[in-house]
């Protein structure tokens, strides 16, 4: 048995050999239809996301091709110049592919440590090659377990907690300050690539409004039109200020845009009622003395950075208790895929001798009653398969159930205990490697 996984990440090729190599939609369909019959007996699942594009095979030794065949395959594929790949192309091999799919499925080898989409994107990788039926029992036990595991790395190690972005992290801010937010009316003041990308983040909150200002009012409309909000005249800021509750603040001005007599006036019209100001503007464009009013909390883009190199520090610390998870998860992992292909052939060698069996016994009462109807020889043969199958049931399942629970190489014992009970002689040559 072997296995192999080889694609580029965000690491080892720019993002055009990465683009070049993607099997977006339809095309993933086709190499999951291509892929078997170029490979025939390889069991096959397909992991493509904008930072990592990643084939898996696994099968007989003779059925799965080196690094070098399938990096031939994907520059086919895709109709790019081998050259192209060339020097960006990565494999992993046998154990080294439970690895570092476990690896990939905890987002230690993430763009950005512990984001959780990755998880979603593996699950998605199988189940369509599920659906496509090029999954067999080694990619089910391996896929399954690498969800397992990247869920366990999250919840044990709190590698997902806190957020790495700007404006992430103000929205984090928000929902500390407030327990909910229907009622609230949220003001993005900028329409830029930092308000857009905090009218995403703030949209997940579902605030009862969000409000857009802009100098220029094209640009709000169109943004408060993009995130379900409302544009607001840029000369009516200081009424939209009144109304907020939560206002995030990402223009590009050169100097304060609401000084500080300004918003005295702003909480007085808002009878002092709690406001939460991120200014994530360089230079600020709140005047910094606004945070000392009373029920103002006003949070500068040196703060918001600062609590997100915490929370990076956090998931860094996170990571060595992860490796240690995913270290014994594999080795567990690879433990079992070798006892299930010992089962499996000693499953198949019962199975054959079984079958051996009843055929000369069959042939030799035929022989001995040649007046028997093909009736008659077509019901004993049926009961003498059910008979088979019935005595066979409980001692399958038992090796099944040992093999399930394997750990490191307690079921050798046992399934060499089988093997002498059916008398079947020597294992078959081929097992699965243990590499490091």
Sequence with gaps: MKLLALGVDHRSAPAGVREALAFD?????????????????????????????????????????????????????????????????????????VGHLFRVSASLESLVLGEGQILGQVREAYRTAVERKTVGPVYHTVFQSALRVGKAVREKTGMDQGKLSVASVAVDVAREVFD???????????????????????????????????????RAEAAARRWGGVAVPFDRLGQALVEADLVVSTTAASEPIVTHDQYVRVQRARRNRLA????????????????????????????????????????????????????????????????????????????????????????????????????????IARMAARLQNQFLHHPRAAVRSAVAGARDEQPHHFLSAVRHLFGLGDPPPGPLKKTT
Excluded: W
């Design 25 to 97: 939609g339809p095309k993933c369909d086709r190499a999951l239809e291509r892929l078997p019959r170029e490979f025939p007996g390889s069991e096959v699942v397909i992991l493509s996301t904008c930072n990592r594009v990643e084939v898996y095979l696994a099968g007989p030794a003779d059925c799965v091709p080196d690094a070098d065949g399938l990096g031939s395959f994907l520059a086919d594929f895709h109709g790019v110049r081998p050259d192209v790949c060339a020097g960006h192309l990565v494999s992993y091999h046998d154990e080294g592919v």
């Design 276 to 379: 939460l100001i991120l200014d994530i503007a360089i230079p600020r464009d709140f005047d910094a003395r606004i945070g000392d009013l009373d029920q103002v909390a006003l949070y500068h883009v040196d703060d918001l950075r600062a609590q997100a190199e915490q929370n990076l520090q956090r998931r860094q610390r996170g990571i060595e208790p992860a490796l240690v998870i995913i270290e014994r998860e594999t080795a567990d992992c690879y433990s079992l895929l070798r006892h299930q292909q010992a089962a499996g052939a000693i499953l198949r060698q019962i199975g054959s001798n079984a079958d051996a069996i009843r055929g000369r016994e069959l042939e030799s009462l035929f022989a001995s009653r040649p007046n028997l109807s093909d009736e008659d020889r077509e019901a």
């Design 180 to 218: 909910t937010f229907a009622d609230k009316t949220v003001l993005v003041i900028g329409a830029g690539k930092m308000g857009e990308l905090t009218l995403q983040h703030l949209k997940a909150l579902s605030p009862g409004r969000i409000l857009v200002t802009n100098r220029d009012p094209t």
